[in-house]
T-cell receptor
């Protein structure tokens, strides 16, 4: 069974708006990662947050992790058309365990 | 520096035939992963390697699927007696080590079983 589930399945916003995607998981984790997939560049790693961290930033990306609720959110600020892609969360129970991907959120940013 | 490469990029095969998919990881990456992605779906974990050994084969869908890795580098995923439900994009990724969690993905092999 899948470890992570993203919400919403699809999201459409105007350029310049913020986009928020959520990921819920079922068992305890060591870390959670977010990846982006678009037709041009394939799957690309965005950010990793460990279970002892609550928030991380990378450029226009902000990731939060709430281990008590077994959930994470990815916020993209000031979205651009180039942010149009599918976004996946991926979890691992330990740092040496396999990484399991969720089904993804499809984001469309309308110019 | 080259990224992860996969070959072929596209493969069309008849039901019942065997296929081999190849993955060349980034030089120096000891961990290698195989995933499968059906149209519009997420990634399904198949198998991973640390060096030449595969600690976890639990994701392989059936005994028609096998994978090997030699020399701690190139990996081959073999699907025997292909079925139409095997049609998908097969993605390979590598990382510096299992604990180096950022995975670098190849472009994938699109397999179509007719």
């Amino acid at each position: 069974s899948q470890q992570g589930e993203e919400d919403p399945q699809a999201l459409s916003i105007q350029e310049g708006e913020n986009a928020t995607m959520n990921c819920s998981y079922k068992t305890s984790i060591n870390n959670l990662q977010w990846y982006r997939q678009n037709s041009g560049r394939g799957l690309v790693h965005l950010i990793l947050i460990r279970s002892n961290e609550r928030e991380k930033h990378s450029g226009r990306l902000r990731v939060t992790l709430d281990t008590s609720k077994k959930s994470s959110s990815l916020l993209i600020t000031a979205s651009r058309a180039a942010d149009t892609a599918s976004y996946f969360c991926a979890t691992a129970r330990t740092s040496y365990d396999k990484v399991i991907f969720g089904p993804g959120t499809s984001l469309s940013v309308i110019p | 520096g080259a990224g992860v490469s996969q070959s072929p990029s596209n493969k069309v095969t008849e039901k019942g035939k065997d296929v081999e998919l190849r993955c060349d990881p980034i030089s120096g990456h000891t961990a290698l992963y195989w995933y499968r992605q059906s149209l519009g779906q997420g990634l399904e974990f198949l198998i991973y390697f640390q060096g030449n050994s595969a600690p976890d084969k639990s994701g392989l869908p059936s005994d028609r699927f096998s994978a090997e890795r030699t020399g701690g580098s190139v990996s081959t995923l073999t699907i025997q007696r292909t079925q139409q439900e095997d049609s998908a994009v097969y993605l390979c990724a590598s990382s510096l080590g299992l604990a180096q969690l950022e995975q670098y993905f190849g472009p994938g092999t699109r397999l179509t079983v007719t």
